[in-house]
């Protein structure tokens, strides 16, 4: 049983160009997270999804950054019009909705 | 706004020594956890705490919660290099919209010297 994926694992954007990050959760997992993690800090929430609805989105930027969980295929977290704030790791977990969160080896994200 | 502090955010120990880290949170949650990173890793489960006085020990660490003083411990005995990384404890957000969206602290950077 493979575990959370995450890809690119590294991505170097310029800025003003849009970012995709991918998560394809643990096979049988229904819930995805995801957590940004900026350098000597911990994860801050970002949003939590569902196959095809957002239920939590409030550590969401309110602009430029988006999330979907398409019913098939897998999460994406996009950031349009990246800046040199938006450098950080991004880190993807999922849940079988039980009491623990399983977690990505993370995209580390560089805006130029 | 729930908020989770640990300290120390540094610590440097001396191998074969015993410490202790502590995570204090602002408001009431029924779990709390402890994770460890390794540099350009992800987060490796340590242990998830329920209920009021839970403890549990896996090897050199063990962890404890006091939900009363909104307080947990993460002590580390006789302390070997291989211990050497990032320690988090976090928190329950407590938004039933949230699933288990969870507060992380900034984490507690253990160094074991020889």
């Known amino acids: 049983n493979a575990g959370v994926m995450q890809n690119p694992r590294h991505l170097v954007r310029r800025r003003g160009q849009e970012a995709r990050l991918r998560c394809s959760p643990m096979k049988g997992h229904s819930h995805v997270y995801w957590y940004r993690q900026l350098p000597e800090e911990g994860l801050k929430f970002m949003v939590y999804l569902q196959k095809e609805n957002i239920i939590d989105e409030s550590g969401m930027p309110k602009e430029r950054f988006s999330a979907e969980f398409p019913k098939e295929g897998p999460s994406i977290l996009r950031i349009q019009q990246v800046v040199r704030g938006d450098s950080a790791a991004y880190f993807c977990?999922?849940?079988?909705?039980?009491?623990?969160?399983?977690f990505g080896e993370g995209s580390r994200l560089t805006v130029l | 706004e729930l908020k989770v502090e640990q300290n120390p955010l540094f610590l440097s120990m001396q191998e074969g020594k015993n410490y202790t880290i502590y995570c204090n949170y602002s408001t009431t949650s029924d779990r709390l956890y402890w994770y460890r990173q390794d540099p350009g890793k992800s987060l490796e489960s340590l242990f998830v705490l329920l209920s009021n006085g839970a403890v549990k020990q896996e090897g050199r660490l063990m962890a404890s919660l006091d939900t009363k003083a909104r307080l947990s411990t993460l002590h580390i005995t006789a302390a070997v290099h291989d211990l050497s990384a990032t320690y988090f404890c976090?928190?329950?957000?407590?938004?039933?919209?949230?699933?288990?969206?969870?507060?992380f602290g900034k984490g507690t950077s253990l160094l074991v010297t020889p």
């Open positions: 976090a928190v329950a957000l407590g938004n039933s919209n949230s699933g288990y969206a969870l507060n």
């Open positions: 977990a999922s849940s079988p909705g039980a009491r623990e969160l399983f």
